[in-house]
């Protein structure tokens, strides 16, 4: 089943913070974030284990509540460059192959 | 350059008409999959490989076929395409098997099916 992202969509000026949230049914072991810009592929921003480790990019922050089985993007000072679609994908257990991606959430950053 | 590849990246055909998409990673990465992207849907996987000659299904897999008898490459196989298989489609891969990792992915194939 896949996980419910909110927003489904975002508009931001340039400066501006956002918070994109991933949600999901099942307990999670891990939260992958990908941003995805129009007509390309979509590239790897981070992911978040069971546990706490994390590994990605140094100016992305983001949360996973293992409990509540979410998980939050946050985009602070924002650039246009920030514009996008933004997925996140989750994995069930330590031995699960599968990556479950949610429906994304676009985001537009305006001047 | 480390990367995936993926050929062709735009293609129309038939109803019915067997076509292959091709799928080359350089990275020597053990696990390799296929999504597809459908407007509102987001991404969906349809078959996955732990490694040569593993392959298990996805979300979506009715309709394809993969193999992986070589490590660096994937392809996709549809047998006897459908309208409803008009799609993009991203193949990906990421360094071992599991959720651990990071997958990198293709520049995608948009594919008509008429």
């Known amino acids: 089943q896949q996980p419910v992202q909110s927003p489904q969509a975002v508009i931001l000026r340039e400066g501006e913070d956002a918070v994109i949230n991933c949600s999901s049914s099942k307990a999670l072991y891990s939260v992958h974030w990908y941003r995805q810009k129009h007509g390309e592929a979509p590239v790897f921003l981070m992911i978040l284990l069971k546990g706490g480790e994390q590994k990605g990019h140094e100016k992305i922050s983001a949360s996973f509540n293992e409990k509540k089985q979410q998980s939050s993007l946050y985009l602070t000072a924002s650039q246009l460059s920030y514009s996008g679609t933004y997925f996140c994908?989750?994995?069930?257990?330590?031995?699960?192959?599968?990556?479950?991606f949610g429906k994304g959430t676009k985001l537009s950053v305006i001047p | 350059e480390a990367q995936v590849t993926q050929n062709p990246r735009y293609l129309i055909t038939v109803t019915g008409k067997k076509l292959t998409v091709t799928c080359s990673q350089n990275?020597?990465?053990?696990?390799m999959s296929w999504y597809r992207q459908d407007p509102g849907l987001g991404l969906r996987q349809i078959y996955y490989?732990?490694?040569?000659?593993?392959?298990d299904k996805g979300d979506v897999p009715e309709g394809y076929k993969v193999s992986r008898k070589e490590k660096r490459n994937f392809p996709l196989i549809l047998e006897s395409p459908s309208p409803n298989q008009t799609s993009l489609y991203f193949c990906?891969?990421?360094?071992?098997?599991?959720?651990?990792?990071?997958?990198?992915f293709g520049p995608g194939t948009r594919l008509t099916v008429t």
């Open positions: 994908g989750t994995g069930s257990g330590a031995g699960s192959y599968q990556l479950t």
């Open positions: 990906a891969s990421s360094l071992f098997p599991g959720t651990d990792y990071e997958q990198y």
């Open positions: 490989s732990m490694n040569v000659e593993v392959t």
């Open positions: 990275m020597n990465h053990e696990y």
